[in-house]
């Protein structure tokens, strides 16, 4: 009678082992990293923080500039939310590579915000994805209003444009009032207000600059307290609910500010008369 072998005596003789190597297990891509590099660089890159990020896509807001850790400490919160985010000034100029660096950068830090650019050069070439630009001057309210059709009102701004005083003024006066409460506005290398070749001014004082704006911004938190005979409280007076300055950025809050004042109950007579002394000769 022929002598049956069962399979696993005959691994046994063979291998001195009682069972065959086990088949590899199936390679999962979502958790193997050399399976997949795509998904192994896009784990990569949400792990990422802001600054880190900025380095890896090459935009000046961490290096030349120290913006990043204070647009972190503002915008964290958003995250993992879905909003408009739109920089004005794309960046690259003639160089396409080097194109569009920050707008790449937010774009892995908001994974679930669309990310609009607007530059005074074509950059169409960045478009797909999370990602539209769109050409035109961010003085040009036609163009700010269209975005703003098309894509959403942004909950956060960011000029990083001409930077030059009279357009960073008026493309505030644009878009300020169109923005959603809690809206962040920022505005970035705010020192071409010191600058008279940006169109800046050396007296740091001087009225006209994108500084003097924020500092009327910074008045108008306190409107409520302004003694001036019918003041009529502007509308950046009653929308601004915060300003935060920092060396070349500004980041300025949108939202109530309507809180009430105690000018009417504090007791005056302990300083004296709140009256204009100027009235009395
Ligand atoms: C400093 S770069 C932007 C850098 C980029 N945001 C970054 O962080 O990597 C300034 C950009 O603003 C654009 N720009 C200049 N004047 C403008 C204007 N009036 N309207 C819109 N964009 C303008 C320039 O073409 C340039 O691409």
Redesign the pocket.
């Known amino acids: 009678m022929p002598l049956r072998r069962s399979a696993a005596a005959v691994v046994r003789r063979l291998t001195g082992r009682s069972q065959p190597d086990p088949a590899p297990a199936p390679v999962d891509p979502s958790t193997d990293p050399s399976a997949d590099p795509k998904a192994e660089r896009r784990r990569r890159l949400m792990s990422l923080d802001l600054t880190e990020l900025a380095v890896e896509f090459g935009?000046?807001?961490w290096g030349v500039h120290r913006y990043t850790p204070h647009y972190q400490r503002h915008l964290e919160h958003l995250r993992g939310k879905k909003f408009v985010l739109l920089?004005?000034?794309?960046?690259?100029?003639s160089r396409k590579r080097r194109s569009g660096?920050?707008l790449k950068m937010w774009r892995w830090f908001f994974p679930k915000a669309r990310i609009v650019g607007?530059?005074?050069?074509d950059k169409s070439f960045l478009d797909g994805g999370h990602i539209a630009t769109y050409l035109g001057?961010?003085?040009d309210p036609v163009i700010l209003k269209r975005i703003i059709a098309e894509e959403g009102a942004p909950l956060v701004v960011i000029d990083?444009?001409?930077h030059i005083p009279s357009?960073v003024r008026t493309t505030f006066a644009t878009l300020f009032p169109l923005l959603p409460d809690g809206a962040i506005y920022c505005i970035e290398d705010i020192q071409t207000s010191y600058w008279p070749a940006w169109g800046g001014a050396l007296d740091p004082r001087a009225p006209g600059t994108s500084m003097d704006l924020v500092k009327d911004l910074i008045d108008g938190l306190n409107h409520e307290e302004f003694l001036v005979e019918g003041y009529e409280p502007t509308f950046t007076d009653t929308h601004v609910r915060a300003v935060h300055c920092y060396h070349n950025l500004v980041v300025i809050e949108k939202g109530d500010n309507v809180e009430g004042s105690n000018r009417d109950t504090a007791a005056h007579s302990f300083h004296g008369s709140n009256d204009d002394p100027s009235a009395d000769t």
């Open positions: 935009t000046d807001k920089e004005i000034g794309i960046g690259g100029y660096a920050s607007l530059d005074i050069e001057d961010q003085t990083d444009g001409s357009h």
